[in-house]
């Protein structure tokens, strides 16, 4: 199964041209160190990068080369050991610890390989739950509208059991897309699925995109799956070592191949 095409993106200075915002969301030399001394392990060595706003990015790299640490530290579920990270205009290291669970919940939404859906909730109330548990409520016509969109506007009072795997990651999906989060952060987000519900996911996530201006940032281990993505980043034993714009599985492949010789 092959990505759709997708319009062919400006040069980063010519994206700055048009759009002076800032990114999205940015590490600044951001390392992150487990343990100390002899038995140290250095996830993450002095990454700098950038996450541009509307734009479909993939993490890769080999098994242990820190992809989901950095999402982790970016997304402010993993404190770095030093360096920044920062959200929009705002820098994760200068907030107290309530106030990260806040951003969090207000301003970024979250996909897991493991769905992370409440079992005894149906799947309306599992996508409306984050807003009400922060005391708010959800627009009726955008959570219609999402979803409408994902094809599960006719199992929302269904529990994750009565779900396939695929549905329960549209659910997954809608709960983190219907409160119009800055950023979406997918771990793995089609790793327990086979390839059909895989690419029902991925089309959400690139429509997401497209369709409603999300950023989209997801770690994974597939080329097929990060073929979708305007961006693809490559760490290697903690470092950013390589990147793609509007890449092809081929392609992906290519670089994942050269890791392991």
Not at 210 to 224: A, F, K, L
Request: charged content about 25%; proline content about 5%; aromatic content about 4%.
């Amino acid at each position: 199964m092959t990505a759709p095409a997708r319009h062919i993106h400006p040069t980063t200075e010519e994206a700055i041209a048009m759009d002076p915002r800032p990114p999205a969301a940015r590490a600044v030399d951001l390392r992150k160190t487990y343990g100390s001394g002899d038995t140290a392990v250095h996830a993450l060595e002095g990454i700098t990068v950038e996450l541009g706003k509307g734009e479909f990015t993939a993490v890769m790299g080999p098994s242990g080369s820190g992809k989901s640490t950095l999402m982790h530290c970016m997304a402010g579920l993993d404190a770095p050991t030093s360096g920044s990270a920062v959200i929009g205009d705002t820098d994760l290291a200068h907030l107290r610890d309530r106030e990260i669970t806040a951003l969090r919940r207000d301003r970024l939404g979250f996909i897991f390989q493991s769905f992370n859906l409440v079992t005894t909730l149906t799947a309306e109330e599992n996508i409306t739950l984050p807003a009400k548990t922060a005391g708010g409520g959800v627009d009726k016509q955008w959570f219609e509208e999402v979803t409408g969109r994902f094809g599960i506007a006719d199992r929302l009072d269904h529990r994750p059991a009565e779900l396939s795997g695929g549905q329960q990651q549209r659910v997954a999906c809608a709960r983190a897309i219907v409160s119009r989060p800055e950023i979406i952060f997918g771990d793995e987000p089609t790793g327990n699925l086979d390839s059909n519900a895989s690419h029902e996911v991925l089309a959400i996530l690139r429509s997401a995109v497209d369709e409603m201006g999300q950023t989209v940032v997801i770690v994974s281990h597939d080329p097929t799956a990060a073929a979708w993505a305007d961006r693809v980043l490559f760490l290697a034993d903690g470092k950013l070592v390589h990147e793609l714009r509007d890449p092809d599985a081929e392609a992906i492949l290519t670089v994942m191949t050269g890791f392991e010789r």
